[in-house]
Each structure stands twice: as structure tokens, then as C-alpha cells.
């Protein structure tokens, strides 16, 4: 009978065993309930565009699916707390092209500035190097990077002068007789050029100075004409910028030109001994007109009908008559200028 009592009052202490359990559960599932549905709100900035999105979790991959944002394998982003209010900045991953020195580099970026994004893959952009941008240009999708390394230097360095080959005419010769007066030999040009380099490639060289550290020797050759001509003309053998005296001695000229020809002497009225350039007159002494040929100008002189063969003489007199085309040669006697009398003669300028 005690057995029958106790079992009853045990049955009534239940119904207070499971309120005891079931309570405790029903408030914890209560603030659960309230944690996992309260809204959230996100900003998400994507780039230029901002838009915002209200979820029941408070989750950033949730909001980005539930704003429709699709995020690319490399694309990344960064959330921010606020004031109720959460910020989401989106980093798109940007394909950046970079030339550097002629290879190309292709990398990825999120923003930064150029000198980052170079100092990032060890690529140099000081001293020599050039960068086509700014370095705190911000990176964007496709952007493009040129990188040259220029470099400016001075350099000095010697050139061969190659000789030529000069044919004069020789009377004295049998017509197909040649005979070699001296061998040819390369001379030596030095020169100094700025030059610069761009990408190890040289781009610019600009001579500066230049000087001739060996002369060349041209080869010339005499060779025969078998014109008959009055020995004591000594006619020269003229070739190409070069002439060779009867006496074998070289002489190189760079212009030619023809005159009208007088003579005169010391013995003259008006003249003596003295030029106008204070030099003594002798055999070679010229009286020119300044402004056509300037005082101290070399000229080897030869009569256009072959009789006379002047020489070699030098610019240092004047004369009243004597202008333009005219010249005036010095001779030693009255007798000897009548010889000559007035004749047409082609001047050799003696370089």
C-alpha cells in the first residue's frame, strides 16, 4: 500500500520535472531564434558603383550572393563594422601588362600605385630607368607599364680613313704607260659621339668632335698621254683633287677655277719691292683682288694654252686694275712681263 502511495507521488512531481527541462530550451532556442533572424544591413562598394542590400543573417558572402555580385577566382574583399551598418569594399583583381626593358610581364593588382606594383615584382625605376606613368598612378584593369632603361655616355673611338686611288695625266708618258708614284696607305680618324642607349639597343650617336690622328697616303698613278709638248713647260700631271709637279712634288687642291692673267714688276711705276701685305716680292707673289681670293690663299697657276706653268704662289699684293676674275703675277724683269703679256690661266686652290 506505501508502494501504491509513493508510486502516485511521483507521477505528480513530473509534469514540474519537464517544465524544470523544457523551459531552460525554449528561452535558449528563443535567443537563438533572435541572433540568426535579425536583419543586417551591408554597403557594398564595387569600384564606382555602391549599392545596399538587408539580410536576416548576418553573413558577407550571403549579402554579396543576395546583391547578385559575382566574385572571380582572384577577386577579393574587405568588411568594415559600422554603425549598424556593415561595409563591404569589393577588390577586383586587375590584369596589368608591364614592358619592362622590351619583355613583357603580365601580373595581377588591386589599386596600388605603380611604384608598389614595380618595387612588388623587383623591377627597378630610378636611375636609369624610365617609367611611362607617374608612380602613385593607382593600377587599373588593363593598364599598360613601359619601363626603358636609357642610358647617355660619351665614347671615343678611332675610324680607318681608306686611301684612294688617283690617275693623273702624264704627257711625259707613252700613251698606256703607267707608273706608280707613291703606294697607297689607310689613314686614322679619331672621333668622340654622345651616344645613347635605349634598352641596351643604341638609338642616338652624334659626333661631337673628330680629328685625323693618321693622314692617309693616296695611291697615285701617273699615266701616259704621249702629248708633245715644250719640255720647259713642266706641265704638270693633274688628277682627281691632286696634281703632281715636274719636280715629283704632291700637291692636293679642292677647287678650280679659271682667270684672266696679267704680269708686273717691281721696276713697274707705282711698284717695289714691297706687297701690300708686307711681304718681298718674288716668283709666286700674286696681286689679287682681296674680296675674290682672300690674302694668304696657296694656288698653283698653269696657262690655259699650256706655255707657261706659273707654280705654285700665294695671294699677298693688289693693284688698282685688278678686280673680280683678274690676277696680276710677279715676274722679275719688264722683258719677262711682256713675255707673258695677258693670258687665260686656270688656278689650282691649294687645300
Not at 141 to 162: F, R
Not at 166 to 195: H, R, S
Not at 327 to 344: H, K, T, V
Amino acid at each position: 500500500m506505501q508502494a501504491i502511495k509513493a508510486f502516485f507521488a511521483e507521477k505528480k512531481k513530473l509534469p514540474i520535472y519537464i517544465a524544470a527541462i523544457v523551459l531552460p530550451l525554449l528561452i535558449l532556442l528563443a535567443i537563438l531564434a533572435a541572433g540568426v533572424f535579425q536583419k543586417t544591413t551591408y554597403v557594398i562598394t564595387d569600384g564606382d558603383r555602391s549599392q545596399v542590400v538587408t539580410v536576416l543573417v548576418k553573413s558577407p558572402r550571403f549579402a554579396l550572393s543576395k546583391a547578385g555580385v559575382v566574385l572571380g577566382s582572384e577577386d577579393r574583399y574587405t568588411t568594415q563594422p559600422g554603425d549598424g551598418i556593415w561595409k563591404i569594399t569589393l577588390q577586383r583583381n586587375q590584369e596589368v601588362t608591364v614592358n619592362y626593358c622590351g619583355d613583357l610581364i603580365s601580373t595581377g593588382s588591386y589599386g596600388e600605385p605603380v611604384g608598389d606594383l614595380l618595387n612588388r615584382l623587383d623591377i627597378p625605376c630610378d636611375g636609369n630607368f624610365i617609367v611611362s606613368l607617374p608612380l602613385d598612378t593607382e593600377t587599373y584593369d588593363g593598364m599598360e607599364i613601359k619601363v626603358d632603361c636609357v642610358v647617355q655616355m660619351q665614347q671615343t673611338y678611332t675610324e680607318e680613313i681608306p686611301f684612294k686611288t688617283i690617275v693623273c695625266d702624264d704627257p711625259t708618258l707613252a700613251v698606256g704607260q703607267e707608273q706608280v708614284l707613291t703606294e697607297g696607305t689607310n689613314g686614322q680618324m679619331v672621333k668622340t659621339a654622345d651616344v645613347v642607349y635605349v634598352n641596351y639597343l643604341q638609338t642616338s650617336h652624334e659626333v661631337t668632335s673628330e680629328y685625323v690622328a693618321v693622314q692617309q697616303q693616296d695611291r697615285i698613278i701617273l699615266r701616259g698621254t704621249g702629248e708633245k709638248e715644250d719640255p720647259q713647260s713642266q706641265k704638270p700631271a693633274i688628277g682627281d683633287g691632286v696634281l703632281v709637279t715636274a719636280a715629283g712634288e704632291i700637291l692636293t687642291f679642292d677647287r678650280v677655277e679659271q682667270f684672266r692673267a696679267t704680269a708686273y714688276s717691281h721696276n713697274d711705276p707705282g711698284c717695289n719691292m714691297i706687297t701690300a701685305t708686307g711681304t718681298t716680292v718674288r716668283i709666286g707673289t700674286v696681286a689679287v683682288d682681296p674680296k675674290v681670293i682672300p690674302y694668304g690663299t696657296q694656288m698653283f697657276i698653269v696657262s690655259n694654252d699650256g706655255k707657261y706653268v706659273y707654280g705654285v704662289a700665294t695671294a699677298e699684293d693688289c693693284g688698282g686694275g685688278i678686280k673680280g676674275d683678274r690676277l696680276d703675277l710677279y715676274f722679275p724683269s719688264r722683258e719677262a712681263c711682256f713675255q707673258f703679256g695677258r693670258r687665260n690661266c686656270t688656278v689650282y686652290f691649294l687645300s
